[in-house]
């Protein structure tokens, strides 16, 4: 998880549909990471009687993308197979299932894939460590299971707010540590071994504690549910991966794709629009969203699409006044253009994500004027500081593999560099790199970490917790 490339990789993986009085876009970008390790899962009428029931969902794959992959394709199949699931057909109404035996036959179907999944001979034998984070909605006719597994998070929107979001599962939460503290383990640093989460599929070197359960390992790959009555307020659901939710809180990515349906009704176009503007605000992880509309989302509108349209041409107008002003002076960078850009009050750029959200527009403008400028469409703050990210992240694995004791392994590193330059050996020319390689070793998982707000490397961890805006079903 901790590797990053020079530039990021921003193509897009694009798909959209429609269907039980619903529509559906999604979009996934790999961003700075050197593999692609999240998947995602869209359907339109649940096979096995439930054609008028959708699933979606996202997975936060970490370690590799193995079991990401395989649940993307077969999670819904070990949910609506297993005996708890087809016994809410008989529990319920014709028209609906029982709730509490829809929820128990989700959590069935998570822990089955998972116990399932350990059998693959490449996790089994340790040659893949691979695990997934799960965050998805079933849309049934009455109601909307949200389900959650690891720090992955989902938000409904309805009547123009965030009424509902899932609960971000971190070892620190008192629920979770105590799980922790049962098995064996002890938080320290809010992280597993380099994972920041304590709930999540795959993942079996935490989940080989002798005479516990599965739910009760140092990582449980049980989700949480929550049913929602649907109402005729809803307007859409956003499932998004912690790439998305690192730089944008709840309120933010809500009014930031309230603005953009006001403008398109291309939800595939309004979720590449969530991604960039993600990538620049900062965000150095993969990114996948899947947004689901309802029929009272909103909807395109005259004055909103004119409102754009004025900010765009102001935004091209400034961009190539910025760039005449300094033609004397030879061709600013883009990111020259940006600090200048973001120092103004321009009105009207969108809600939840200001200059970044219009970043595209700049970037189009500037690459017509200086076409042989190389532009990887990085946030100001990567393109300046891709090897300090680089670096921040190796001592965070560092800090991690051995257990705060770094300041001598820092020492043996300067020193060997030190001898390499005096016996005219190459050195490694990225200070990461060499910290990275210090970490081949991630040894045997014995601490659930918790953030340590008192010392070591400043900046290790920018998570949003959103806590202020996180509701309980029963509220709803």
Not at 158 to 182: A, L, M, W, Y
Not at 282 to 304: H, I
Not at 316 to 321: A, C, D, K, L, W
Not at 389 to 396: I, Q, S
Request: proline share 4%; with cysteine; charged share 25%.
């Amino acid at each position: 998880m901790g590797a990053f490339l020079d530039k990021p990789k921003t193509e897009k993986h694009n798909a959209h549909g429609a269907g039980n009085g619903l529509r559906y876009g999604l979009s996934s970008m790999q961003g700075w990471r050197v593999e692609m390790e999240d998947a995602h899962t869209a359907v339109v009428g649940i096979p096995h009687g439930l054609d008028n029931w959708s699933f979606f969902a996202v997975y936060d794959g970490h370690a590799g993308s193995r079991v990401a992959n395989y649940c993307s394709t077969h999670l819904l199949e070990h949910i609506t197979t297993n005996e708890d699931f087809r016994a809410a057909d008989k529990s319920g109404s014709a028209l609906e299932p029982s709730v509490e035996s829809v929820k128990t036959g989700i959590r069935t179907g998570f822990l089955k894939i998972d116990e399932y999944m350990r059998n693959f001979s490449d996790l089994r034998n340790g040659m893949d460590r691979s695990g997934s984070t799960a965050v998805g909605v079933m849309v049934s006719p009455t109601h909307m299971y949200f389900i959650n597994c690891g720090d992955s998070r989902a938000v409904l929107c309805r009547n123009g707010q965030v009424c509902f979001s899932t609960q971000d599962h971190k070892p620190c939460n008192p629920v979770e540590k105590e799980r922790i503290q049962n098995a064996g383990g002890s938080v320290m640093i809010q992280r597993v071994n380099g994972s920041p989460v304590s709930r999540a599929l795959g993942d079996y070197d935490y989940k080989c504690v002798d005479g516990k359960g599965p739910t009760e390992q140092l990582v449980s790959p049980e989700p949480e549910v929550y049913e929602i009555v649907r109402a005729e307020e809803d307007e859409f659901v956003v499932l998004a991966c912690d790439g998305i939710w690192d730089v944008m809180s709840n309120e933010e990515l809500c009014e930031f794709v309230k603005s953009r349906l006001e403008v398109s009704d291309d939800l595939e176009n309004v979720c590449n629009w969530v991604v960039d503007t993600c990538l620049h605000k900062g965000s150095r992880d993969n990114m996948s969203v899947v947004l689901v509309c309802f029929s009272n989302a909103p909807k395109v509108s005259e004055e909103a699409v004119k409102r754009d349209s004025e900010l765009d041409k102001h935004l091209e107008s400034r961009v190539e006044e910025i760039m005449q002003k300094s033609g004397e002076e030879g061709m600013p960078d883009l990111a020259h253009v940006m600090r200048i850009l973001s120092a103004e009050n321009i009105p009207n750029l969108p809600p939840g994500g200001g200059l970044a959200g219009k970043r595209h527009v700049i970037e189009a403008v500037y690459s017509r004027l200086n076409p042989h400028k190389d532009n990887d469409g990085a946030s100001d703050e990567a393109e300046e500081g891709g090897s300090q990210g680089k670096l921040v992240e190796a001592l965070r694995q560092m800090r991690v593999n051995h257990r705060g004791n770094y300041r001598q392994l820092l020492e043996e590193m300067l020193t060997s560099y030190r001898l390499a330059k005096v016996e005219g050996e190459e050195s490694p020319a990225d200070p990461a790199a060499a910290a990275a390689s210090s970490n081949s070793d991630g040894g045997n998982p014995v601490a659930m970490q918790e953030r340590d707000t008192e010392g070591g490397p400043a900046g290790l961890d920018s998570r949003n917790e959103d806590a202020g805006t996180k509701r309980s079903a029963e509220n709803i």
